[in-house]
């Protein structure tokens, strides 16, 4: 299972699809919209968040599980620094291990302060790079402090992100290398909204793989894409989420739209989203889709 995903992403196509666990002890009604949608049948495997903006959620790995044994399809679990010290991030690993969750997207996560539990507090033993090199360490047969474990974990196939733009793209590149050097297979891009942006980051990647360590260690870019169908949520991306930028010509379009009617808004946005997936499909077939649960739109996009 995992081995052909990593192929797909090394050698072929490779699409992935994100889901975020709800506010609930139930998971199963997410698995079932997607079944109904027949979903599973336009991706190559799936992501789950790890309590996104620091509220809570459904567990990430036991969502993954989930996801996994209905489908048959890999999944992508995400786990976060500000949850979890060393001790935490590794149990929870070896857990993982035996039921067969072996990708794991490592994220420093978003600051508990703006969490909505009062008064909670991030862990932050380290950033990402601490998980990227724990896993290392289980890839070995050991743990982080170089005891061995009693068996020798199956691979885990270790995933990062960063942003899709910067003022300096040096220091993207620079954000990259850290990555690879610490031992990420795949590095997931923020959403991209335009081609010379992907050209960018692709090339960003190739000097970050060149300069990083050279044949030993080397990753590929996972273009993120999330639509817009909505002009608030393009005025927002492009004003308050660093690493994002939504070109102007998308605003002004949707806002156009918005002014003839909710209809012609989501035609538009759509219409731009779908135009883009197509494109860097083509262009660099290596994309993560993002709709926040929106299942219908996505596969409005992959079909």
């Known amino acids: 299972m995992f081995d052909t995903l990593i192929d797909k992403l090394n050698n072929g196509t490779y699409i992935t699809l994100e889901t975020t666990p709800g506010h609930s002890p139930i998971f199963s009604p997410i698995i079932d919209k997607i079944e109904e949608l027949q979903l599973q049948n336009y991706v190559d495997g799936f992501s789950t968040t790890d309590n996104p903006l620091a509220k809570l959620k459904y567990n990430a790995l036991f969502a993954a599980k989930m996801l996994q044994e209905r489908f048959n399809k890999p999944v992508i679990a995400t786990m976060s620094m500000r949850d979890r010290n060393k001790i935490a991030l590794q149990s929870d690993l070896l857990g993982a291990n035996e039921v067969d969750i072996r990708a794991i997207l490592a994220l420093t996560g978003d600051p508990a302060t703006i969490s909505d539990q009062?008064?909670?507090?991030?862990?932050?033993?380290?950033?990402?790079?601490?998980?990227?090199?724990?896993?290392?360490?289980?890839?070995?047969?050991?743990?982080?402090?170089?005891?061995?474990?009693?068996?020798?974990?199956?691979?885990?196939?270790?995933?990062?992100?960063?942003?899709?733009?910067?003022?300096?793209?040096?220091?993207?590149?620079?954000?990259?290398?850290?990555?690879?050097?610490?031992?990420?297979?795949?590095?997931?891009?923020?959403?991209?909204?335009?081609?010379?942006?992907?050209?960018?980051?692709?090339?960003?990647?190739?000097?970050?793989?060149?300069?990083?360590?050279?044949?030993?260690?080397?990753?590929?870019?996972?273009?993120?894409?999330?639509?817009?169908?909505?002009l608030r949520t393009a005025q927002f991306l492009s004003a308050h989420v660093p690493g994002i930028n939504v070109p102007d010509r998308w605003i002004e379009a949707l806002r156009i739209a918005n002014e003839k009617g909710a209809e012609e808004e989501y035609k538009v946005g759509f219409e731009l989203s779908k135009n883009l997936f197509d494109e860097l499909k083509e262009y660099h077939p290596k994309i993560h889709l993002m709709t926040a649960n929106q299942f219908q739109l996505a596969k409005d996009i992959l079909k």
């Open 118 to 230: 009062p008064h909670a507090k991030g862990v932050f033993e380290a950033d990402s790079s601490l998980l990227l090199d724990i896993i290392s360490a289980f890839n070995s047969g050991m743990n982080y402090a170089g005891k061995p474990l009693a068996y020798k974990p199956k691979e885990i196939h270790p995933f990062a992100v960063v942003n899709s733009y910067a003022k300096n793209p040096k220091t993207l590149q620079k954000k990259m290398q850290k990555k690879i050097k610490h031992g990420a297979r795949g590095i997931i891009t923020q959403p991209v909204y335009d081609l010379e942006n992907a050209k960018q980051l692709l090339e960003l990647k190739e000097a970050a793989n060149k300069e990083c360590c050279s044949d030993r260690k080397s990753a590929e870019l996972i273009l993120g894409i999330f639509p817009i169908t909505k």
